[in-house]
């Protein structure tokens, strides 16, 4: 853990009081907004004071995570102020539950669009919840997202996204950072208030839908930024079998729709891999 917070000039940290001023507002949809220099997961935080009763728009942000969580519990791990590591807490009662599993694939649009525009860099949405960016000609994870619910009537959002992320600091071949694939912004505060403003928009066109992802435009925002769609993947599915296809839609429920050998099958949980066609 890092105690100097300006021990790396190239990553300056985060201005809070500014933040909160910028974030924080009497028509914002947001209602808090902490930062915290270091702890395990902003979403186990979060999670919390969920439980604690902590009203819907929380917003928590950590300079550093040092236990940070992505899908099927896999680590998410950075250096201090290398990136955006937050979470922010909904209570998404305007549409029914069975509709909620749809907030991670909106926080993918937000998170996308948001960086896109900000940073000027071509993004990506690999199933159900990567944010991808090229770097070298190649597709490579930049941003997760993990989607906790909190009892009967919340959920928490976690969004990681690597900004400044080194070459020889990335955890894995695949990873990726807004630096290495030519932002021409790694500023972060700006970066945070424009996919927390882009979050806000969508959650709100989401809820004055009833959760309905036609009428809010969210399905169609995410299949056209899906890169996995119309790609043969291989799905790993809970249990361990597989299944091998292309990728034709995502469906009213969110769910993967791959067209296998032995018909289409809709994939709700499981890990995808994006296969390459031989010869690549």
């Not at 009081?17 to 979060?46: H, M, Q, Y």
Request: overall charge negative.
């Amino acid at each position: 853990m890092t105690s100097n917070r300006w021990s790396d000039l190239d990553r300056p940290p985060l201005n809070v009081t500014a933040l909160r001023k910028a974030i924080v507002t009497p028509d914002s949809r947001w209602t808090s907004f902490d930062l915290v220099e270091a702890t395990g997961s902003t979403n186990s935080d979060l999670g919390a004071r969920a439980r604690e009763g902590a009203p819907e728009g929380a917003v928590l942000v950590a300079e550093e995570q040092t236990a940070g969580r992505g899908r099927l519990d896999r680590q998410w791990q950075a250096p201090a102020r290398s990136g955006l590591f937050f979470s922010v807490l909904l209570r998404p009662s305007a549409a029914p539950a069975h509709r909620w599993g749809w907030l991670p694939l909106l926080a993918g649009v937000a998170t996308a669009t948001a960086v896109a525009r900000t940073a000027g860099v071509d993004t990506g949405l690999k199933w159900p919840n990567d944010v991808l960016v090229t770097v070298g000609g190649e597709e490579r994870k930049t941003g997760g997202i993990l989607a906790e619910r909190v009892g009967d009537d919340a959920v928490v959002l976690g969004i990681g996204l690597n900004v400044t992320l080194r070459e020889e600091e990335l955890p894995v071949p695949a990873a990726g950072s807004l630096a290495l694939a030519g932002a021409k912004v790694t500023d972060r505060d700006p970066l945070l208030r424009a996919v927390l403003r882009s979050l806000a928009d969508w959650y709100g066109e989401w809820l004055g839908a009833e959760g309905d992802p036609a009428a809010s435009r969210l399905q169609q925002a995410y299949a056209a930024g899906c890169t996995t769609l119309g790609r043969t993947v291989r799905a790993v599915l809970p249990g361990g079998t597989e299944a091998t296809g292309r990728a034709v839609a995502v469906d009213d429920d969110g769910r993967l729709v791959v067209a296998t050998a032995a018909g289409e099958r809709a994939v709700a949980a499981g890990d995808v891999v994006h296969v390459r066609p031989a010869g690549e």
